[in-house]
């Protein structure tokens, strides 16, 4: 399994995030840039350039039309994904740290920090409407007063928005009228990633207390549970086999006091089911930020503390996998 290596940021990356056809992967770092490569070559297409400050999410709509970006230079914007031009500049109080298309592309969410004196807000605009984008108004926006998100993401039907919070609770906030409709803490610390199964029925969230653990989108029931010994900062579910990918190490302050064996940078697969591990995968000089699977469910990428993300294509032996239980 040889990876391809993308070589287009120069300080960590904070997000990967492939469209719904895979044919492109988007990338944000803490250098301000917005990256689009070829998934299948690597190639890059092209950079989304505005932003100012760290870079902290991306999505990308159903159609690849349009592309988010969040960042700490407190704006939310929206671009073409064609052009590279930018549709809308939303600016904030504080730092945006999650954003997020609803299937149907018309909404969006972003949340942002409490930080220099300013509450965490869950934002939500509504894309068909110009005057709110203009004058900068959400249709909605809900004060999170007591624990920042850390991670979001729409639910099933764009109905909710599945939030993890810094002290490792996980709320489903309406995108109608705002208020909390499901509680969880299954975690003990900082929820670091939430990343939906391709039908968006399950989620499967990363935490600071060395776990990942598969929810169910409606009802927020803890499925499973998969143990490191070490923070887990991404994790991602298969979408044709019963795996999930993590992602993690320690903290990037902590990494030079370590050799990068004890370091413990690999990408760890385990099974959905048995909650077994059965693969690592080498290669980052990092910690590993972020986790994505190809919705084809054939590679998966992976982003890291040292800037490069990297593309790894699977060996057909992995296909033809079976764990003896």
């Keep these: 399994m040889k990876p391809i290596l993308l070589q287009g940021h120069e300080r960590s990356i904070t997000q990967i995030k492939y469209n719904r056809e895979g044919d492109l992967l988007f990338s944000v770092a803490k250098d301000t840039v917005t990256n689009v490569w070829y998934s299948v070559n690597g190639e890059r297409l092209g950079t989304y350039n505005g932003h100012t400050g760290a870079v902290w999410c991306v999505d990308c709509d159903w159609d690849t039309k349009n592309v988010l970006t969040g960042s700490a ?74 624990h920042k998100i850390t991670s979001a993401v729409w639910g099933p039907l764009g109905e909710f928005v599945i939030a993890g919070h810094e002290n490792g609770e996980i709320n489903q906030f309406s995108a109608k009228s705002g208020e909390v409709l499901k509680k969880a803490k299954e975690h003990s ?7 939906p199964s391709v039908d968006l029925t399950i989620f499967i969230s990363a935490s600071k207390d060395n776990t990942a653990k598969l929810f169910d989108s409606t009802s927020l ?41 004890i370091g413990k940078f690999e990408a760890r697969f385990f099974h959905a089911a048995y909650e077994e591990e059965f693969g690592r995968v080498k290669g980052h000089f990092g910690p590993i930020n972020c986790v994505a699977f190809h919705p084809d469910g054939k590679s998966y990428s992976s982003g890291g503390e040292d800037g490069y993300v990297r593309i790894h294509y699977f060996d057909p032996q992995y296909f033809d996998f079976e764990l003896e239980a």
């Design 73 to 146: 230079d407190n704006s939310c914007r929206l671009w073409d994904c064609e052009t590279g031009k930018q549709l809308a500049l939303l600016n904030t109080n504080s730092a945006v740290r999650t954003c997020g298309f609803d299937f149907s592309g018309n909404i969006i969410m972003f949340s942002t920090d409490k930080q220099m004196g300013y509450q965490c807000y869950l934002n939500f605009f509504d894309l068909r409407d110009p005057q709110q984008i203009d004058d900068n108004q959400p249709y909605l926006s809900v004060p999170c007063s007591d």
């Design 221 to 261: 029931d803890h499925i499973k549970t998969f143990k490191t010994e070490r923070p887990v900062n991404s994790a991602a579910i298969s979408p044709i086999m019963d795996h999930v990918v993590m992602g993690g190490g320690q903290e990037a302050m902590e990494v030079t006091t370590t050799s990068t064996r």
């Design 189 to 195: 610390r900082q929820i670091n990633d939430i990343q």
